[in-house]
Nanobody, 117 residues
Framework: QVQLVESGGGLVQPGGSLRLSCAAS????????MGWYRQAPGKQRELVAR???????NYANAVKGRFTISRDNANNTVYLQMNSLKPEDTAVYYC???????????WGQGTQVTVSS
């Protein structure tokens, strides 16, 4: 079985930074994509950033230029560096991994990010 362990969430002031981490463990031979989604109260879950096996990335327009996604393939870990945080970034952030063999989608437990003074 595959499990995702998230860390790095918390409370930060506007303009501050946070770095989220998500480590995948278990019998994964190949990962197609790793990414982050977020969901704020009363809103739909949305893609924040994703990195695909070949290295290409996708970002939500709202976070372009402020967030950076990266990966450590040796440790099956994905990171989300969040800079210049805004109150509207407040949400629960979920790690997502797509198995490159089965195309199954795996979700982390979610970590709260709150941007407020």
């Amino acid at each position: 079985q595959v499990q995702l362990v998230e860390s790095g969430g918390g409370l930060v002031q506007p303009g501050g930074s946070l770095r989220l981490s998500c480590a995948a463990s278990g019998s994964i031979f190949r990962i197609y994509a790793m990414g982050w989604y977020r969901q704020a109260p009363g809103k739909q879950r949305e893609l924040v950033a994703r990195i695909i096996s070949g290295g290409s990335t996708n970002y939500a327009n709202a976070v372009k230029g402020r967030f950076t996604i990266s990966r450590d393939n040796a440790n099956n870990t994905v990171y989300l560096q969040m800079n210049s945080l805004k109150p509207e970034d407040t949400a629960v952030y979920y790690c997502n991994v797509i198995n490159g063999v089965t195309m199954a989608s795996i979700w982390g437990q979610g970590t709260q990010v709150t941007v407020s003074s």
